[in-house]
């Protein structure tokens, strides 16, 4: 069964690009990929199984990893309080006794 498999590939240079597209082309199975330096995303087509695919890539030495869907941009994130990076009133603190 044809399948999509996409991995993050820590990649770094034209060098990493052609190792990873050198054991692609040799796996089994394969009918396509593409490799994207700039993303760090590797996306292989074919009748191919994704934890194959994964072990062959990171045979070049790379750090590889199945690519993760973006997590919810709206999902609330803790801020820091503004009370903690406030400057001290007027009167208070170490720059009041300077004066």
Do not use: H, I, Y
Not at 13 to 30: H, I, S, W
Not at 54 to 67: E, H, I, M, N, R
Request: proline residues 7%.
């Amino acid at each position: 069964m044809a399948q999509t498999v996409v991995l993050n590939v820590g990649m770094s240079c034209e060098g990493c690009v052609g190792a990873v597209k050198r054991v692609l082309t040799k796996m089994e199975g394969v009918d396509s990929f593409d490799v994207d330096l700039k993303e760090q995303k590797v996306t292989v087509k074919g009748n191919v199984q994704p934890e194959a695919v994964l072990q062959t890539v990171s045979k070049t030495g790379k750090k590889t990893a199945f690519w993760e869907a973006p997590t919810n941009a709206a999902a609330p994130q803790e801020v820091a309080a503004p009370e903690a990076t406030s400057p001290p009133a007027a009167g208070k603190g170490p720059a009041a006794a300077a004066v």
